[in-house]
């Protein structure tokens, strides 16, 4: 006679990501992928200097990905995630106090990922008087190669995010 395991609800729970947004969203609520690269593309040609050092740095990173890794999710097209929710705390000045905090889990666990260190990012942004382009080639080939390793994760996923609950 073959012996049969129980069902074990429960015994293989996806892990937890965090999420900041401005929106507030309910448990079950999906945040679709792609959202970023819609706020880059509907940036007007005006005065917001920080709005087109946005658009040349993510450019920038964008040509970096085809280059060393045009599998990877591209980070325009994605949705991203911290892998602690301390991560996403320490980051929150970064992307704006009036972000709300969530859990967050995949919809789909197996579509693309990669993992980059946000930091990378925000040093991009930093005026040092170095020139640009050599400065954000270089954050975007560690960011997308994966050589640096100190900094805060960030999961970038080409999976739609199912919010789990609502943190702060």
Same mark, same amino acid.
């Given at each position: 006679? #073959?012996?049969?395991?129980?069902?074990?609800?429960?015994?293989?729970?996806?892990?937890?990501y965090f999420h900041?947004?401005?929106?507030?969203?309910?448990?079950?609520?999906?945040i679709?992928?792609?959202? +970023?690269?819609?706020i880059?593309?509907?940036?007007?040609?005006?005065?917001?200097?920080?709005?087109a +050092?946005?658009?040349?740095?993510?450019?920038v990173?964008e040509a970096?990905r !085809? &280059?060393?890794?045009?599998?990877?999710?591209?980070?325009?097209?994605?949705?991203?995630?911290?892998?602690? &929710?301390?991560?996403?705390?320490?980051?929150?000045?970064?992307?704006? +106090?009036?972000n709300?905090?969530y859990?967050?889990?995949?919809?789909?666990?197996?579509?693309?990922?990669?993992?980059?260190?946000?930091?990378? !990012?925000?040093?991009?942004?930093?005026?040092?008087?170095?020139?640009?382009l050599?400065?954000?080639?270089?954050?975007?080939?560690q960011? +997308?190669?994966g050589?640096?390793?100190?900094?805060?994760k960030? !999961?970038?996923?080409?999976?739609? #995010?199912?919010?789990?609950?609502?943190?702060?």
């Open positions: 006679m #073959l012996g049969f395991l129980p069902l074990q609800v429960g015994a293989h729970k996806m892990p937890s900041l947004c401005s929106v507030q969203l309910s448990p079950g609520s999906v679709e992928p792609g959202n +970023w690269g819609r880059i593309e509907l940036y007007p040609q005006d005065n917001n200097v920080s709005n +050092w946005r658009t040349a740095v993510e450019q990173f970096t !085809l &280059q060393l890794t045009p599998d990877a999710p591209s980070r325009l097209t994605s949705a991203f995630a911290f892998l602690s &929710q301390a991560d996403a705390e320490r980051q929150r000045p970064q992307m704006g +106090w009036l709300m905090l859990e967050v889990e995949l919809v789909d666990p197996d579509a693309v990922q990669h993992i980059g260190v946000f930091d990378l !990012l925000t040093a991009a942004y930093v005026i040092d008087g170095t020139r640009f050599p400065k954000a080639r270089g954050l975007a080939t960011y +997308w190669s050589s640096a390793a100190d900094g805060t960030e !999961l970038v996923t080409a999976s739609p #995010l199912r919010i789990v609950r609502r943190i702060s």
